[in-house]
C-alpha cells in the first residue's frame, strides 16, 4: 500500500508535546470516534480491497540492527498470530527477539479488550514498565492490539501515561516500520489508529512460535454485533482472505512438516459470505483443507448461527478434520439470547447439537458462557444450568458479564447485584469442573493419539501434547517423540489433563 491510499483511508494523529498537559480534545473531534453500532452497521457496503504489496521500504532496513524486541500477547488466538506477524516484521527490519522486557530496545503490548480486567492488567504493567524507561531512556515503549482501538484507552494512555512512544491498532499492524521509525526520529507519542477496516493484507512475514502446530487466519473482523461485543468495533467488519491464499499458506505448511493447523476467525462459520463472485463458505474450504497432508485441522471460533448442514456434512468426513467443536452458547435462556442479539434461541442451539451429534457421533463440544448479564433473572440462570447439562459440554470458558463502553449492553441498566452474579459463576463452574471430571474418566485405561508438544510446563522429565480433542496429556516417552503423533496409554485422569505412558515404552517394559 503506498502512501497516498493510506492518507486516504487513515486517520493518524502524532501530539507534538507529550510531555505537557496540552488537551488532546481537538484531535478526537476529528479522529477517533468511541464505537458506535449505527456507524459500525453502515460499513458494509464497503468493498474489501486485497493488498499484495507489503515491502518493507528500503531507508527501513537494518533500522533493527543490534536492537532487541520484546512483545507481551494479551487475549485470543488472533491476538497470538497478529503477534507472530509484528515479529515477522521486526526480525525483517533486523531486530532480535528477547525473553524477557529488561533485555529490549522496543517493547509492545499487544492488547485484548474484551473484558474490563484484560484492560486492566494492561494498565497495570504500564505503570511497571515506567520504571524500565527510566533506566532506560532510548527504550520504546508501544501499545497495540484491540485496546488501541478504543477511544476511551487511547485518551487515557494521552492523558496520564506519558512514557508511552507508540499506539496503533489492529488495523496499522503492518505500518510497524513506519510508525517505529517516527517513534524514533520525533521521540513524540506516535498515535495511529487507522480507521479504514476493509483491507486484507496478504505478504505478511510471520515469524511462528514453534514448528508443531500453526494459526492460519481465514478472515477478520465481525458483523455479528452480539449486544455485549467490542470485537466488531476493534477488529472491523467481516472480511474473507481468498480460498487460493489459505489453501497455499495451508500446504506450504504441511510441506514444512507442521502437524496442526488451526484457521482463525472471530466467526468463522461467516468465512465466505462477502466472497461476492463466488459460493464459497466454510464447508467448501474445509472439503478442500481436507485432502491437505497435514494431520490435524482445526477452527475457532464458530457462531451457532451460520453453522450450516454443509459444515456439519463435511466435519463428518473426519480424517484430519478433528471431532472436537467449540460452540459458544452465552446463554440457555431464549430470552436472554435475545437480548445479547445471539440471533438464536435455546431450542435453536439444542437442535444444532442434535444435528452435529447425529453426523458425528463421537463429538466432544466445548462452549463459552457469560453470566450475569443486564437483569438475568435466576431462572434463567438457570436455564443455563440445565442447558450445560442437556448438551454435555467437556469444558467451558466461563465469565461473568463486563460492560464495554460503546456497546449497546453498556447502556442497560442492570439490577443484578454483583454478589449474585459472582455466586452464579460459582455454581456454573462447579458443573464445569463436573463434567470436565467425568468426561476425562471415561479415558483411563484407553489408548489415545496425542500430539506431544514438549516438556511438560511442571516437569521435564514428562512431556505434554494433546489429544483429537484437545485434552492435555501428560506423557512418559522418549524426547524424541516431540512433534510427532503417538499412541498413548492413559493412565490416571484428572479433571483438566490426563496421564499416560506412550504404547512403545509399554511394549518394551512387556518385553523386558
Ligand atoms: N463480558 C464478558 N464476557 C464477554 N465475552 C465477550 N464479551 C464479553 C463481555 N463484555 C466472552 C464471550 C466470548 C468470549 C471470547 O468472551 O463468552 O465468547
Ligand atoms: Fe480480545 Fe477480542 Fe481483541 Fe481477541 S479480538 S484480543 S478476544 S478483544
Redesign the pocket.
Known amino acids: 500500500m503506498n502512501e497516498e491510499q493510506r492518507k486516504d483511508g487513515q486517520q493518524a494523529i502524532n501530539p507534538s508535546d507529550k510531555k505537557s498537559d496540552k488537551d488532546y480534545s481537538k484531535y478526537f473531534e476529528t479522529v477517533y470516534t468511541p464505537p458506535s453500532l449505527k456507524e459500525a452497521k453502515k460499513r458494509g457496503k464497503e468493498e474489501v480491497t486485497y493488498h499484495h504489496d507489503f515491502k518493507i521500504d528500503e531507508r527501513f532496513q537494518g533500522m533493527g540492527r543490534e536492537r532487541n524486541f520484546y512483545i507481551r500477547t494479551y487475549g485470543?488466538q488472533m491476538n497470538e498470530h497478529d503477534t507472530e506477524v509484528m515479529a515477522g516484521i521486526f526480525m525483517a527490519l533486523g531486530y532480535k527477539a528477547v525473553h524477557t522486557p529488561e533485555e529490549a530496545d522496543v517493547i509492545l503490548l499487544n492488547t485484548c479488550a474484551?473484558?474490563e480486567n484484560a484492560e486492566n492488567k494492561v494498565f497495570g504493567e504500564l505503570g511497571f514498565l515506567k520504571q524500565l524507561k527510566r533506566d532506560n531512556p532510548n527504550l520504546l515503549l508501544g501499545v497495540c492490539g484491540c485496546m488501541s482501538q478504543e477511544e476511551s484507552v487511547v485518551n487515557k494512555i494521552l492523558k496520564s501515561y506519558h512514557h508511552v512512544d507508540m499506539i496503533f491498532g489492529t488495523h496499522n499492524i503492518h505500518r510497524l516500520p513506519e510508525i517505529l521509525n517516527e517513534a524514533y526520529l520525533s521521540k513524540e507519542m506516535v498515535v495511529e489508529v487507522w480507521s479504514k477496516e476493509g483491507d486484507v493484507i496478504e505478504n505478511l512475514p510471520k515469524v511462528r512460535r514453534g514448528n508443531i502446530k500453526a494459526w492460519v487466519n481465514i478472515m477478520y473482523g465481525c458483523d455479528k454485533f452480539c449486544t455485549?461485543?467490542?470485537v466488531p468495533y476493534t477488529r472491523g467488519k467481516e472480511r474473507s482472505r481468498r480460498p487460493d491464499e489459505i489453501i497455499r499458506e495451508v500446504r506450504h505448511l504441511a510441506a514444512q512438516g507442521y502437524q496442526e493447523v488451526t484457521l482463525l476467525g472471530q466467526n468463522v462459520n461467516a468465512y465466505g459470505k462477502d466472497l461476492d463472485d463466488m459460493k464459497y463458505g466454510l464447508g467448501e474450504l474445509m472439503d478442500e483443507i481436507r485432502h491437505i497432508g497435514i494431520p490435524r485441522v482445526r477452527f475457532m471460533?464458530s457462531h451457532p448461527r451460520d453453522f450450516d448442514d454443509q459444515l456439519i456434512e463435511v466435519l463428518a468426513k473426519g480424517g484430519n478434520l478433528m471431532d472436537h467443536i467449540h460452540l459458544?452458547v452465552?446463554s440457555g435462556s431464549t430470552d436472554v439470547l435475545k437480548i445479547m442479539a445471539r440471533k438464536y434461541t435455546r431450542e435453536g442451539y439444542l437442535e444444532l447439537v442434535r444435528k452435529i451429534k447425529a453426523a458425528i457421533p463421537n463429538v466432544t463440544l466445548t462452549t463459552?458462557?457469560?453470566v450475569g448479564y443486564p437483569n438475568e433473572t435466576d431462572e434463567q440462570f438457570e436455564e443455563t444450568m440445565s442447558l450445560y447439562r442437556e448438551v454435555g459440554f467437556e469444558l467451558a470458558?466461563t465469565?461473568?458479564?463486563?460492560?464495554?463502553e460503546g456497546?449497546p449492553?453498556a447502556k442497560m441498566v442492570d439490577n443484578v447485584p454483583m454478589e449474585v452474579k459472582k455466586a452464579r459463576l460459582q455454581r456454573l463452574n462447579a458443573l464445569v469442573n463436573e463434567l470436565a471430571g467425568e468426561s476425562m474418566k471415561k479415558y483411563e485405561g484407553q489408548v489415545v493419539d496425542v500430539l506431544i508438544e514438549g516438556e511438560s510446563k511442571k516437569n521435564p522429565d514428562v512431556l505434554a501434547g494433546y489429544t483429537s480433542k484437545s485434552k492435555l496429556v501428560n506423557v512418559k516417552a522418549p524426547k524424541s517423540a516431540i512433534g510427532k503423533i503417538i499412541p498413548v496409554k492413559i493412565t490416571e485422569a484428572k479433571t483438566w489433563s490426563l496421564d499416560g505412558e506412550a504404547v512403545e515404552i509399554q511394549k518394551m517394559a512387556g518385553v523386558n
Open positions: 485470543c474484551i473484558r455485549y461485543c467490542i471460533t459458544p452465552q463459552d458462557i457469560i470458558y465469565y461473568i458479564y463486563s460492560p464495554r456497546t449492553a
